[in-house]
């Protein structure tokens, strides 16, 4: 059985900080495996966790399949660039590595990367925003696809919910699993997923990030103020 069968109709928790929030306090290796393991206790089936140090610690928590990415770079793509970024991430210890399978510009063809992930012994999900993407990366080598830059490109907007449609799309159309990702955030989304064909759900912020749920929920106290006394 491959680490893609293990997942098949779970639930993985994206344990990592808000990457725009540069003074985010969960932003520590060791938390992030300890809301792992958390994470896991609950139910988890799988981890998905940025950057090596954190890929590492995650790996030496829990005992599910690990999804690594390694976001660096001066963009626009930042979700494991190139092979050197596919090579770290699998030494780091991750059993499936997350690219970014966009058509933007970028450092490396994705093929390149793709290669350089499967030499590294590791599996491939391929992080897009639009069906022909996920058509192309399917083509390219990439063993499974996920809907997570839906709403992060010029392609497609930032709807609040999760795209359901790029979902139900990628899977009519492609034979490799299709994981959905991006702003999941309720039990209704996560079962319309599964009924859409999802193989496995991604939840990250609705989980892991208590800034941004306390964000969302300070939004409706009166009196909030963030930290530098403004109503947000
Ligand atoms: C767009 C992008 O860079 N997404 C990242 C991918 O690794 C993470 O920042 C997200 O938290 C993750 O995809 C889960 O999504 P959500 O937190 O919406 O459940």
Known sequence: MNVLDTLRG???????????????????ASVQARVAAAAVLGGAAGIRANAPEDIAAVRAAVDVPVIGLWKDGPG?????????HARAVAQAGAHLVAIDATDRSRPE????????????????????STEAEGQAAADAGADAVATTLSGYTSHTPKTPGPDLGLLER????????????????????????YAAGAHAVVVGNAITSPLYLTRELARSVPAHTDANGVHP
């Open 10 to 28: 779970g639930l993985v928790v994206s344990c990592q900080p808000l990457p725009d929030e540069p003074a985010d306090p969960m932003r520590d």
């Open 76 to 84: 626009p793509v930042v979700i494991t660039p190139t092979g050197r």
């Open 109 to 128: 063809p994705f093929a390149a990367v793709v290669a350089a992930a499967h030499a590294a012994g590791v599996l491939v999900l391929a992080d897009v």
């Open 170 to 193: 990628l899977v009519t159309r492609l034979s490799v699993p299709v994981i959905a990702e991006g702003r999941y955030r309720t039990a209704d989304d996560l079962r319309r997923a």
